[in-house]
């Protein structure tokens, strides 16, 4: 069962991405710190009495002209971006927390989310779902504690008074939190390979899947944002079961409006963590965006596989160099990525359509393949015989043997007299040394160091 998401949501200023660092157990910035990442982080991972899940800041939202007019809780446009997040959190996540300013009071604009919240929950077994947690930040003191009683009048139940800040009572709030997230976990056996079909709104996912299925299993439109759901389809492919997961942004009737496509991910992380591999579209017309680039960053950091299919090629006036200079932007934006394949499609004409399942499950294959630690050492000798491992005040690092632990994806782990000394350029140094032994396509390597002695 996928970890439970849960969704910070509220207006600006109230602590979201505080009380989003306080989960998190650490200060996630901005910017990725992974040398070669640079994308913005709205995921962490989580636990809590040894339950897992994934919080989502649903934070950064500007209502302001151009960031030049004050903010104003009664502004027009202040409502349409907090609706619109709200909207996205109410569709995807397992449970929702409102955050709300304990110093101000509840606000209009507290007052608009909450109904917002509370007109889209469905019942589930006789309860709304997905439950909506009133949570009362920046309660410092005991007089704002008692205050916080005030917000009843948003009718979403017990408030919960905290200090993102400091920490106080976020302990009783994780004690409620995972003892309301959903108990049903679906044992039934599924050996398919899932494939995961991911992009931006607009990049042609249904379209894709239509194409690979055959026939109008999704609703196809030039609206971003048609598909509601993940929608799952059970295909063969050579005697082979394969599940295609669709997944779109959000359902709207008109455009896309500002701040909205960055919470859409919210749905491409869930189907990412459900799948083998995942097919990030990106639209040639548009060219990749900074959207693309924070997708394909939650591939990476779910270690799954990943093709890059580069959609709506018929669309672009091309020369004998369109190609080859598109490749070259694809490896510059996503460098982090850079042992991904790439297939320049057109879901509309079904151009090369027919590659991508069998690339997909070629990279699924050399997901699971698993090399002899004669081999892995083998790989290991000669790339310390071409470049020796540096040194670290005065210390050489030896390696002294590697194995496969595990895949799925491939695990390896390097025997070393110290940890410390393996620099991350070496470690990187020799993931491109076993990949160009054993390609490994479209898959990420982790590789690990344990000092030769260490029997955990």
Known sequence: MPKPVVALVGRPNVGKSTLFNRLAGERLAIVDDTPGTTRDRIFADSEWNGIPFTIVDTGGIDPSHGGKTPLSTGSADFITEIRNQAGVAIQEADVVLLLTDGQTGPTPADHEVAEILRRNQKIINGEPFPPVL????????????????????????????????HGTDTGELLDVLVKIFPKEIDNTEDDSVKIAIVGKPN?????????LVGHERSIVSAIAGTTRDAVDTLIKVNDLNVTLIDTAGIRRRGRIDPGVEKYSVLRAFKAIERADVALLMIDAVEGITSQDAHIAGYILDEWKSCVVLVNKWDALEKDNYTMDNFTK????????????????????????????????????????????????????????????????????????????????????????????????????????????????????????????????
């Open 134 to 165: 009133m949570v009362v930040n920046k309660c410092e003191s005991l007089p704002e504690r008692e205050a916080a009683s005030q917000f009843y009048e948003l009718g979403l139940g017990d408030p919960y008074p905290i200090s993102a800040v």
């Open 203 to 211: 990049a042609g996912k249904s379209s894709l899947l239509n194409r």
């Open 329 to 456: 932007t694809v490896r510059r934006d996503l460098n982090f990525m850079d042992y991904v394949p790439i297939l320049f499609i057109s879901a509309k004409t079904g151009q090369r359509v027919d590659q991508v399942l069998p690339m997909a499950l070629q990279v699924q294959e050399e997901r699971l393949a698993r090399l002899t630690t004669s081999k892995i050492n083998d790989i290991i000798q000669k790339a310390i015989d071409y470049q020796p491992p540096p040194a670290h005040a005065g210390i050489q690092l030896k390696i002294y043997y590697g194995t496969q632990v595990r895949s799925d994806p491939p695990t390896f782990v390097l025997f070393v007299n110290n940890p410390k000394l393996l620099h991350f350029s070496y470690m990187r140094y020799l993931e491109n040394c076993i990949r160009k032994e054993y390609g490994f396509l479209g898959t990420p390597i982790k590789l690990a160091a344990k000092g030769h002695n260490d029997k955990n």
